[in-house]
């Protein structure tokens, strides 16, 4: 998917709103994170990380998405709760996920769960996937997201 358009897609975000990714990234960046759980320690911190460096991400043009399996009326909550200037995006139905491929198997107390790898994507103002990680481990994942979000703006 690097280097490529990503088929189209819309989800119910917060804030009552239709995210489209046409529209999203019609003439900026974007970056489309995928987080396990809302209210979760570890994507709390993440959320908060991404929530912290906002303005220096619009600053470049650039915005943000955070996409899990939640409902709008949990991300409704946890957006309130954490203060994010994002909105959230609800893939109940996991189809976006499975366009991403970010639906693992992953061991939770001894079993194995299916859930989303944690994992962030970047496109660019023309809609173009530029840069994933995947298996994110939060410490400095956000600067790093943010230095590579630098070298679209200029």
């Known amino acids: 998917m690097l280097n490529q358009p990503v088929p189209d897609f819309e989800l119910p975000a917060t804030s009552g709103k239709t995210f489209r990714l046409s529209a999203a990234t019609a003439g900026k960046s974007l970056v489309v994170y995928f987080y396990p759980k ?6 709390t911190t993440e959320g908060q990380q991404f929530r ?18 939640d409902s709008i009326k949990s991300h409704e909550s946890f957006k309130i709760k954490m ?14 996920c499975k366009l991403f491929g970010v639906i693992k198997m992953k061991n939770m107390y001894g079993k194995q ?3 989303i790898e944690r994992s962030t994507f970047v496109f660019d103002s023309r809609g173009v996937l530029q840069r994933e990680w995947r298996g994110v481990k ?11 979000a630098r070298t679209l703006a200029t």
Do not use: K, M, W
């Open 113 to 115: 769960v299916r859930g």
């Open 138 to 148: 939060i410490p400095g994942h956000v600067q790093e997201v943010l230095e590579f």
């Open 83 to 96: 203060d994010f200037p994002f909105e959230l995006l609800s893939d109940a139905d996991e189809t976006v």
């Open 52 to 69: 912290d460096a906002y303005a220096d991400f619009i600053q470049l043009g650039c915005d943000i998405v955070g996409i899990s399996r």
């Open 38 to 43: 809302d209210n979760t320690p570890g994507c």
